[in-house]
Structure formats: structure tokens, C-alpha cells
């Protein structure tokens, strides 16, 4: 077994072997190690932040005070999309009927709410639950003013499709110079 003892551990500053370096050292201590013990050690780290990595990357966390952390439920999952005319927003509701979501709009702010029902036969007894039965609400903030008159919401496989056109006070107006 070779061991390695660094240059700059007290009593080795010229090189010298072990038992050199153990009589050269007066009442410090001094770094005695194999390089391959160094290794494996930072090999292990490795596989462990990896590891944390691979488990926690598609997570989102919050702290909430008193609550530890914990997961943040983003129900539904939404894209927005911009036209230059219009806004498109595309939430995932799988499960849910037009009769179970409500969506409000004022100015530029969107809410979607929902509630997911259950939906266990009668006589039925339940041995595993692992779809919620709970209401959502989710809001945004958009970009700009929405005119509410003209908005479209269609529901197609599980896709809430809202259609948002810009209100006409935002939307950019070319002026002839006279």
C-alpha cells in the first residue's frame, strides 16, 4: 500500500517519505492519505449530486412557513401564445367537462377554476385513490387588456383552447400626418 503524504502537510516542505516526515514534525499534525481513498471519495459525491439531481429536475419547490417544502401545484398546465392580435392560452384539463370549469376575465387578468369530481360507480367501494377530487383556480396576469366581448373557449380532448383578442385601446395604431 503507497500512501502520499503533500508537500504542504507540516514537517514535509522538502519532500520526505513517511517515517521522515513523521520524525521532521514537532506537535502539528500532518496529512497522511492514498490518493485512491481521495478518489472514491469524490466519486461518491458525484453519484450523489447526480442522483439529488435526476430526482428533484422536473419538481418545482416552494418553502411555505410551517409547512417544511412542498411540492407547487400548478394545475392546469398552461402555454400562452401572442399573435400581435390576439392572445392564445392552452390549458390541460384532463377529465373535466365544459360544465366543471369556469373561466373570468377583466382587463388583463384571466382566472380558470375547476372542479373534478368523482366519478365512482354506485355500490362501488374505493380501494385506491389516486386521481384528486378537488377544485383548482389558477390566474394570470396577461400582457396586455383583453376585450372580454369577443373572447372564444373551445374544449377539445382534455385542451381548454381560449382564444383572447387585444382590447382596441392597446393594440398599436398607425397615424397619418396631415
Not at 22 to 39: A, E, F, P
Not at 152 to 173: D, F, Q, Y
Amino acid at each position: 500500500m503507497k500512501y502520499f503524504v503533500p508537500k504542504f502537510c507540516p514537517g514535509n516542505e522538502k519532500g520526505l517519505n513517511i517515517n521522515q516526515a513523521k520524525t521532521q514534525q514537532k506537535g502539528g499534525t500532518h496529512m497522511l492519505t492514498r490518493l485512491s481513498d481521495i478518489n472514491r471519495l469524490f466519486n461518491a459525491m458525484d453519484f450523489f449530486r447526480n442522483r439529488l439531481d435526476s430526482l428533484y429536475s422536473d419538481v418545482d419547490w416552494t418553502y411555505t412557513p410551517g409547512l417544511n417544502w412542498a411540492v407547487e401545484d400548478r394545475f392546469p398546465k398552461t402555454n400562452l401564445y401572442e399573435d400581435g392580435e390576439l392572445f392564445e392560452i392552452r390549458a390541460e384539463v384532463p377529465g373535466l367537462g365544459k360544465e366543471d370549469l369556469t373561466v373570468r376575465i377583466q382587463g388583463n387578468y384571466l382566472e380558470i377554476s375547476g372542479t373534478r369530481k368523482s366519478n365512482t360507480p354506485e355500490k362501488y367501494s374505493i380501494h385506491r385513490t389516486e386521481r384528486d377530487i378537488t377544485s383548482f383556480t389558477r390566474s394570470f396576469t396577461l400582457p396586455a387588456d383583453v376585450d372580454s366581448e369577443k373572447v372564444k373557449a373551445t374544449l377539445e380532448n382534455g385542451i381548454l383552447i381560449m382564444t383572447l383578442p387585444k382590447s382596441e385601446a392597446v393594440k398599436p395604431r398607425q397615424i397619418s400626418i396631415a
